[in-house]
């Protein structure tokens, strides 16, 4: 069983930034994929990037790309969502997933564990 807790959400202004962090408690963290998924209210839960076990392979949703980076710190057991430039549109509760196999789409059917979500809310 893999526990996710997410942090770092708040308010912040249109165009500043925030980092969000998913702290994992499992021993084998490098050979999990790690994804970050959000949902505004009224709207499914989308994709917004994922990265390999071992950092080497990121992907982004379009909408995101250029502005938000993933990263993680295996020795932490922790991703990270460095999320710059942000936008009304970006408000959500942002969820972060673990996977055993590396996703090859932007299904959240193909993460096996979800933390609690934390919310982000940005002002016009």
């Known amino acids: 069983q893999v526990q996710l807790v997410e942090s770092g959400g708040g308010l912040v202004q249109a165009g500043g930034s925030l980092r969000l962090s998913c702290a994992a408690s499992?021993?084998?963290?490098?050979?999990?994929?790690m994804g970050w998924f959000r949902q505004a209210p009224g709207k499914e839960r989308d994709f917004v990037a994922r990265l390999s076990g071992s950092g080497a392979s990121a992907y982004y949703a379009d909408s995101v790309k250029g502005r938000f980076t993933i990263s993680r710190d295996n020795a932490k057991n922790t991703v990270y969502l460095q999320m710059n430039s942000l936008k009304p549109e970006d408000t959500a509760v942002y969820y972060c997933?673990?996977?055993?196999?590396?996703?090859?789409?932007?299904?959240?059917?193909?993460?096996?564990?979800w933390g609690q979500g934390t919310q982000v809310t940005v002002s016009s």
């Open positions: 499992v021993r084998t963290y490098s050979s999990y994929a």
């Open positions: 997933a673990a996977a055993q196999r590396l996703p090859h789409s932007r299904s959240s059917s193909e993460y096996d564990y």
